[in-house]
């Protein structure tokens, strides 16, 4: 199995950027799906973005698309999460995820392991 450990959250102003770390123990992010949700109190854990096992293929939500890419490093065993022009919307804590299949997982209980997840606050 996989562990995962999130990092990079933070305070930032409306319009800033933030490059969110996952990174890896026991198994290479090259064996997952891996993607990123977020969670607000009170709501849901909300898809943000994913890519399949062999990356390529990546799937936005709606509300991040043009402003958040997510990239791997193999050789870091590391998944990022890299987020610009921030909005008040986008506060949350941060998780990543990893999962099984060749196909991009967009569901949260598609995943089977999770980080403790990374706090990002927006400042207007």
């Known amino acids: 199995q996989v562990q995962l450990v999130e990092s990079g959250g933070g305070l930032v102003q409306a319009g800033g950027s933030l490059r969110l770390s996952c990174a890896a123990s026991g198994r290479t992010v090259s064996s997952y799906a891996m993607g990123w949700f977020r969670q607000v109190p009170g709501k849901e854990r909300e898809f943000v973005i994913a890519n399949r096992r062999s990356g390529g293929i990546t799937v936005y939500a709606g509300s991040v698309k043009g402003r958040f890419t997510m990239s791997r490093d193999n050789a870091e065993n590391t998944v990022y999460l890299q987020m610009n022009n921030l909005k008040s919307e986008d506060a949350a804590i941060y998780y990543c995820?990893?999962?099984?299949?060749?196909?991009?997982?967009?569901?949260?209980?598609?995943?089977?392991?999770w980080g403790q997840g990374t706090q990002v606050t927006v400042s207007s």
């Open positions: 995820a990893a999962g099984f299949g060749q196909r991009v997982l967009t569901s949260s209980n598609t995943y089977d392991y």
